[in-house]
């Protein structure tokens, strides 16, 4: 078979033009970027307002594995698989980051015949968002440290003499807003800023990747221009000497930050292998932010589509839960309908034993041991009232008689149904079944819940979400913690949902624990306030919000060759 981007590069594909006319687009509603992508003016939405909206499907997994379940091949695959059926649908999926494109993960196009085209350009700056939120993060950190030289160079009243602005009294021990770059570096996690003779106050701060930053939330979860503008100007940056939040309002900033945003509230527009309709928007990661593709994207193609097919970042216990109690409560707009990717090799993988095996040969003893981490999933997505349908997703070492015990296994379950999907071998047709499976659990009657009340309170969200959402047995809160949960509900913050960031790799906090995890204590370390995405972060254990590269990363194999094409870029 092809590689990925042999396939992207050979595909014939529609002038994006054309896919948007077809798709219900006018001419004036679009902006192109060459021939194959556009970005999609919001205006749209005017035209549309009084159009009944499609069905919403959210596309989640398994406990994630080093060898890919598969589920953006799943997203766009199913999405085919739709259209082939004769439905208009239409995928909402995240932008890349750099980092996994260079590190680990490499592109995240999805793949085979299931994939966004040309996988490079998706892959590669794109239409420049994720630079312009970068841009727009670092100026609010220059900002913040400027006033505060500027501040502590002349005393309070000299200050406001002289530029006419009132003095914030910036505390730099409670600097909130961290540094933003889209690539794994983990020199700079930590780092000291303000060194040398005239470059301080001197204190800590650090790094974050970009997709990290509440910026990208904040587009990520915005309705229009004007929220999002909002949003921004309610973001907390500092504290003052008596502990009052200063906000991007407060420094006099917002307004530039938005300005540098404004082109990325609109959605970018490109087309899978089948020429379907898929939008490209925002790219939260769920281990450390909530994971999911916009609620603008959302809104547009469900004025457009009879069906819309999204995708949430790892296992359900991170992007789907975050989808539901984050995104859902601020779009209002609840899924009709989830699909779970799971693999034999996932499920191999997460039994725990025989962990030096090889992964692709026949093990019925570890398939069945595996099976429960998918039973976990199936019952956690069934707790929010929505149907679920398990996607197996097929690879060419998978016996028949594996295959055959799964479906079985999983019609024993909570699940509406199961289906192999060979979306990556064999494209639209091959994720047929899948699509007939999941449109019959659309129509079923909504019963979507959240797990937790808005107005609980932070340790009470937080326990319910261990407890109830993970299966954990308490939370243990750190000192600091403790100190930063009072603080946060003395300042009215407390009404906010709850972000956790973890590692993704087990139900719990602890990556080697596979399968289910029982008995263990959810550690607490530290929170972090979103207040203009209208979250509130919580960091689990040891994870961090700025990635490292490994010791072979994916950057290695990428190249270009003397015609100008990308090489290397699976």
Not at 164 to 185: F, S, Y
Not at 547 to 569: E, H, M
Request: proline share 4%; net charge negative; with cysteine.
């Amino acid at each position: 078979m092809l590689t990925d981007i042999d396939i992207s590069n050979q595909t014939p594909r529609k002038k994006i033009t054309d896919v948007a006319n077809q798709f219900g687009i006018l001419e004036d509603e679009i902006t192109a970027f060459g021939d194959a992508k556009a970005k999609v003016e919001l205006s749209l939405l005017d035209r549309l307002s009084a159009k009944q909206d499609g069905k919403l499907i959210i596309v989640t997994a398994v406990t994630p594995t080093p060898y890919g379940e598969g589920k953006t091949v799943t997203t766009i695959g199913l999405t085919q698989g739709l259209g082939h059926i004769g439905k208009k649908a239409c995928a909402c999926i995240r932008q890349p980051s750099m980092g996994p494109v260079f590190g680990v993960k490499g592109g995240a196009a999805g793949g085979g015949y299931a994939q966004v085209v040309p996988m490079q350009e998706l892959n590669l700056h794109l239409t420049g968002d994720i630079h312009a939120v970068s841009s727009a993060h670092n100026l609010a950190s220059a900002a913040l440290d400027a006033r505060l030289f500027h501040e502590d160079r002349l005393g309070a009243d000299e200050f406001t003499r002289q530029s006419g602005q009132a003095a914030l009294n910036i505390d730099p021990q409670h600097i909130l807003w961290r540094r933003v770059v889209d690539h794994n570096e983990r020199s700079l996690r930590s780092i000291t800023v303000g060194l040398g003779p005239v470059n301080g106050p001197v204190h800590d701060s650090g790094f974050d990747i970009t997709a990290a930053s509440e910026l990208m939330a904040i587009l990520a979860l915005s309705h229009d221009l004007s929220d999002m503008r909002q949003r921004i100007g309610r973001l907390v940056l500092a504290l003052d000497f008596s502990g009052k939040p200063i906000t991007a309002t407060d420094l006099g900033v917002a307004g530039a930050m938005t300005a540098i945003m404004a082109e990325t509230i609109k959605p970018t527009l490109m087309q899978t292998v089948s020429g379907q309709p898929c939008f490209i928007h925002a790219g939260p990661f769920a281990n450390i932010a909530h994971g999911n593709s916009s609620i603008i994207a959302d809104k547009i193609a469900l004025k457009l589509a009879d069906f819309v097919v999204t995708e949430a970042g790892f296992g359900s216990d991170m992007g789907f839960e975050k989808f539901c109690n984050i995104k859902v409560r601020e779009s209002g707009q609840a899924p009709s309908a989830a699909v779970l990717v799971v693999t034999l090799k996932a499920l191999k993988a997460n039994s725990g034993i025989n962990s030096d095996a090889d992964i692709n040969a026949p093990d019925m003893e570890r398939l069945k041991e595996g099976f429960s981490n998918l039973k976990w999933h199936i019952d956690n997505v069934t707790k929010y009232g929505v149907p679920v349908v398990v996607a197996i997703n097929h690879f060419p070492t998978d016996t028949q008689e594996e295959l055959d015990w799964l479906q079985q296994a999983v019609m024993n379950t909570a699940a509406f149904g199961c289906e192999i999907s060979e979306a990556f071998t064999q494209g639209a047709a091959g994720a047929e079944a899948l699509a007939r499976t999941v449109e019959a659990a659309t129509e079923q009657a909504s019963q979507f819940k959240f797990l937790y009340d808005a107005d609980a309170s932070i340790a009470s969200k937080l326990m319910t979400i261990a407890e109830v959402g993970y299966g954990a047995r308490n939370v243990n809160m750190s000192a600091k913690a403790n100190e930063q949960m009072e603080k946060l509900s003395a300042l009215g913050f407390s009404k906010l949902p709850i972000c956790i960031a973890k590692t993704p790799m087990s139900i719990s906090h602890d990556a080697s624990i596979k399968g289910i995890p029982t008995e263990f204590k959810l550690p607490i370390t530290e929170f972090r306030l979103n207040a203009g995405a209208g979250f509130i972060t919580a960091l689990v254990g040891k994870v961090v919000t700025m990635p490292g590269l490994g010791i072979a990363p994916s950057y290695l194999k990428i190249d270009i060759d003397d015609n100008g094409q990308v090489t290397g870029l699976d």
